[in-house]
Nanobody, 124 residues
Framework: QVQLVESGGGLVQPGGSLRLSCVAS????????MGWYRQAPGKERELVAT????????NYADSVKGRFTISGDTSKNTVYLQMDSLTPEDTAVYYC?????????????????WGQGTQVTVSS
């Protein structure tokens, strides 16, 4: 059973920074993608940043380009999101996502895992 646990959220003033971490525990054969999503009150969950395979291409929502950076440490099964120049519009619950190929015997399945979310509030 794979579990993702996010941390690093909290209350920060506009212009401040936070670094979110997501640690995956349990059996993971091969990570194929890592990502962060967020959901603000009354809105749908949206993509914030993704990395296609550790060290692969990165994709950011237009609203966070130049301010947020996604990175991963496969040796620790950990994904980070460095968030700088935060604005109140960044307030949301942030969710970590990992896509992985899981090998069970001779079978390989593509599976998707989500964290429980961490609250980020940007306010003065």
């Amino acid at each position: 059973q794979v579990q993702l646990v996010e941390s690093g959220g909290g209350l920060v003033q506009p212009g401040g920074s936070l670094r979110l971490s997501c640690v995956a525990s349990g059996y993971i054969f091969a990570i194929t993608s890592m990502g962060w999503y967020r959901q603000a009150p009354g809105k749908e969950r949206e993509l914030v940043a993704t990395e296609n395979r550790p060290g692969g291409s990165k994709n950011y929502a237009d609203s966070v380009k130049g301010r947020f950076t996604i990175s991963g440490d496969t040796s620790k099964n950990t994904v980070y999101l460095q968030m700088d120049s935060l604005t109140p519009e960044d307030t949301a619950v942030y969710y970590c996502h990992i896509g992985a190929n899981q090998k069970y015997g001779k079978t390989i399945n593509a599976e998707s895992f989500w964290g429980q979310g961490t609250q980020v509030t940007v306010s003065s």
